[in-house]
């Protein structure tokens, strides 16, 4: 069965030219491109997407970081799209988490500048791509 997630190639990932490598990796992997947009995100669209962290000690820091040069916003789709690109993306912690082979885990240092973003449940990336993509179907 077919699944939906919402991927980011993070304001990091654009400025060092890795939106290829990414999309290399999603598409190898075997999975499709429902919609993908350059975007500049405002504070608007930030601090609904990232709603779950308010409160926490890095909240501020990382509506700053979205917020700081164009995202690649992408619906990916296919078989168990959320936990594949899951995968793909390694785990948040580049350096502690994420293995080798993952992305973060191939272009990473920092938790905060870890190059993606991958919805972590259907009903997130549900959430998320109507904020990113209201009008897709
Ligand atoms: P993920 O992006 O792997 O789903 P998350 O949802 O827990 O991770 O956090 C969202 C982003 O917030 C994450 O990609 C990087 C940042 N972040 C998470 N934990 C952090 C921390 N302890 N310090 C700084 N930034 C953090
Ligand atoms: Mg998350």
Do not use: C
């Amino acid at each position: 069965m077919s699944e939906r997630t919402l991927v980011l190639v993070k304001p990091d990932g654009v400025a060092r030219g890795l939106v290829g490598e990414v999309l290399v990796r999603i598409e190898r992997r075997g999975l499709k491109l429902a919609a993908l947009e350059l975007k500049n995100v405002t504070e608007d669209l930030a601090s609904q997407h990232y709603a779950e962290h308010n409160g926490k000690p890095f909240y501020q820091s990382l509506l700053d970081f979205i917020t700081s040069g164009p995202v690649v916003a992408i619906v990916v789709e296919g078989p168990r799209a959320v936990s594949a690109f899951r995968q793909i993306a390694g785990g948040t912690d580049p350096v502690e988490k994420a293995a080798p082979g993952s992305v973060r885990g191939d272009f990473a240092l920092e938790v905060q500048e870890n190059i993606v973003h991958g919805s972590d449940s259907t009903e997130s990336a549900a959430r998320e791509i109507s904020l990113w993509f209201p009008d897709l179907p």
